[in-house]
C-alpha cells in the first residue's frame, strides 16, 4: 500500500441555471440591490487604448440563441500587460483598467455586448507571443460547466498567423470560429463575435 | 511557507471527472446547450493563470448578509440560517480575496426573477442574493433565508431540492466556478437530474453542506457549513517558462 496524497478533489460544477442574473447582474433580473454592479463596460475616462465593442449571440445546436447566458471577459490592457500580480512582463499597467467585465445576452434579441480596448499582445509561453486576444467564459441554464474560449481579432492577420494556441487547433477550418470580424459603424469599432456551442461551426472550446 | 494567494503557476490539470459532462441528456436542456467536439486542452500562459482581482471596497456592508439587503418594511420570511466555510485549492491552501457571489429562491421556492412563473409568492423583503470576499484564511460566511425546493420543466414532475447557487472568482480565470450548494437531509437530492449529471458520488456529497450545530447562533439561526475548492497551481514559480525566458 503506498501513501496517499493529500490532494483535495476541486469542487463539483453545476449549471448556473436560468436565474443566474439574480446573484451576478441583479438589474438584469429585474430588481436593485447592490451599490457598487458588476458590468460590461470595462473602461473609464482615462483608459488608454483603441476603444472597441465586441458583440454577439451564442447560438445553441438548434440555431436559436441562447437569451439567458451570461459571459465574463479577462484581458490585457492596451499595452498587453494583465492587471495581476503574476503578470511580470515590463510593460505599463492602466490604473484605469481592471480587464474584466461581465455581460448578459438581451432577453429578446439574445444579444450580448462588451464595451472595452483592443489588449496588446502579451508573452505566451516558451517567449512565443501571444496575438492580442480576450479570454471568455460563458455559463447559462444547460452548461453544466462553464465553457472557456478566446476572441482574437479579424485585423491581426499576420499576429493571428504565428499565434500559438491557434496553431494547436489542428482543424485550420475551426480556428476562424475564435477571430471576431472587424466593422466600423458610426465611428465606433465593433467587433462581431458569436459563439456556436454545438453544430456547423462550432466554436472551439479550451480546456485551460 | 507560501500561501496560495501569492504564488502563481500553471493550474493542475482539470479533473473531469468529478465534473458533470457537458451533455447530461437526463437534464433536457443540456441536449443543444453542450459542444459536440472534445475541448482542445491549453497548457496555461498569463491568461489563464491570472484573473481579476477585487477590493473590498467595492462591496457594500450588507451585501452579505441576505436577511437585511433587501428588506424594506420587514424581515424576509423563512427559517432564518447562517452559511459559512472556507474556499481552498486543491494543495489545501487558502484562497484569500476570492469573490463568493449567491443567489437562491425565497422560503417559497420563489425566485425574484422576470422570468420566474412559480406561484408561490415573491417575498417583499427577500432579494435573494449576496457577496462575500474571502478573508485570509479563506474564510467565508453570510446570513440568509433556508430557500424552498420548486417544481421546473424537465420532466413534468422534476423539483430542485433547495439550493443555494454559488459563483466562485480566485486568483486565476482558470479558476472560475460556478456550482450549487444543497442541504443535509434533503430528500430532493437524490432524484434531480441536475445533481444527477454529476457521476461521482464523492462529488455529489461536496455540493451537500452538513448543518453546523456549533456554529449557530442560539435563539437566533441555524447554521451550515459549506467548503469550496478550487484548482491548485503549482507551488514553484515557471515565470520564465511561461513568460519566455527573459
Ligand atoms: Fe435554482
Known amino acids: ?72 471577459i479577462w484581458q490585457a490592457n492596451a499595452a498587453g500587460r494583465y492587471n495581476h500580480p503574476a503578470d511580470k512582463q515590463d510593460k505599463p499597467l492602466d490604473d484605469d483598467f481592471r480587464g474584466w467585465g461581465r455581460a448578459c445576452s438581451n432577453f429578446e434579441t439574445g444579444v450580448y455586448s462588451f464595451e472595452t480596448v483592443k489588449p496588446g499582445a502579451v508573452m505566451g509561453r516558451n517567449g512565443r507571443l501571444m496575438a492580442p486576444h480576450v ?44 477571430i471576431a470580424q472587424r466593422e466600423e459603424r458610426g465611428g465606433e469599432v465593433v467587433y462581431r463575435f458569436d459563439v456556436h456551442i454545438q453544430g456547423d461551426n462550432e466554436t472551439v472550446f479550451f480546456d485551460i | 511557507m507560501t500561501r496560495s494567494s501569492d504564488v502563481y503557476g500553471e493550474f493542475y490539470q482539470r479533473d473531469r471527472s468529478v465534473h458533470p459532462p457537458a ?67 486543491e494543495n489545501g491552501r487558502p484562497v484569500k480575496n476570492a469573490l463568493v457571489e449567491v443567489w437562491q429562491a425565497n422560503a417559497g421556492g420563489r425566485y425574484r426573477h422576470k422570468k420566474d412563473q412559480y406561484i408561490a ?39 430542485r431540492p433547495a439550493h443555494i447557487h454559488y459563483s466562485i472568482s480566485g486568483n486565476g480565470f482558470a479558476q472560475r466556478l460556478i456550482t450549487q450548494m444543497y442541504f443535509e437531509g434533503d ?21 451537500i453542506a452538513p448543518l453546523d450545530r456549533n456554529a449557530a447562533i ?8 459549506f467548503d469550496i475548492v478550487l484548482r491548485g497551481s503549482r507551488a514553484t514559480l515557471f515565470e520564465n517558462h511561461l513568460q519566455g525566458g527573459k
Open chain 1, 1 to 72: 500500500m503506498v501513501n496517499q496524497f493529500n490532494y483535495l478533489k476541486e469542487t463539483a460544477s453545476q449549471t448556473a441555471g436560468p436565474y443566474v442574473h439574480i446573484g451576478l447582474a441583479p438589474h438584469q433580473a429585474g430588481f436593485d440591490i447592490f451599490e457598487n454592479n458588476f458590468g460590461n463596460v470595462l473602461v473609464g475616462p482615462g483608459t488608454k487604448g483603441e476603444r472597441i465593442r465586441i458583440e454577439g449571440r451564442v447560438i445553441d445546436g438548434s440555431g436559436t440563441p441562447l437569451r439567458d447566458v451570461l459571459l465574463e
Open chain 1, 135 to 178: 479570454n471568455l467564459w460563458i455559463v447559462a441554464r444547460g452548461i453544466n460547466i462553464g465553457l472557456n474560449t478566446r476572441i482574437y481579432f479579424s485585423d491581426e492577420v499576420d499576429a493571428n498567423a504565428k499565434d500559438p494556441v491557434l496553431n494547436l487547433i489542428e482543424w485550420e477550418v475551426r480556428r476562424k470560429t475564435l
Open chain 2, 23 to 89: 451533455y447530461a441528456p437526463d437534464y433536457k436542456t443540456s441536449v443543444l446547450r453542450s459542444p459536440s467536439n472534445s475541448l482542445i486542452s491549453l497548457q496555461n500562459s498569463l491568461s489563464e493563470i491570472t484573473g481579476p482581482v477585487f477590493r473590498q471596497d467595492e462591496l457594500g456592508p450588507l451585501d452579505n448578509d441576505l436577511i437585511l439587503n433587501y428588506a424594506k418594511d420587514g424581515l424576509p420570511i423563512g427559517e432564518r440560517i447562517v452559511v459559512h466555510g472556507f474556499v481552498r485549492d
Open chain 2, 121 to 159: 409568492p415573491i417575498d417583499p423583503n427577500f432579494g435573494g442574493c449576496g457577496r462575500v470576499l474571502t478573508d485570509d484564511n479563506g474564510y467565508y460566511f453570510f446570513r440568509t433565508i433556508k430557500p424552498g425546493p420548486y417544481p421546473w420543466r424537465n420532466r413534468v414532475n422534476d423539483w
Open chain 2, 187 to 207: 430528500p430532493l437530492i437524490a432524484t434531480c437530474p441536475i445533481v444527477k449529471s454529476i457521476n461521482n458520488e464523492e462529488a455529489v456529497r461536496g455540493l
Open chain 2, 218 to 225: 442560539q435563539l437566533d439561526s441555524l447554521a451550515y457549513r
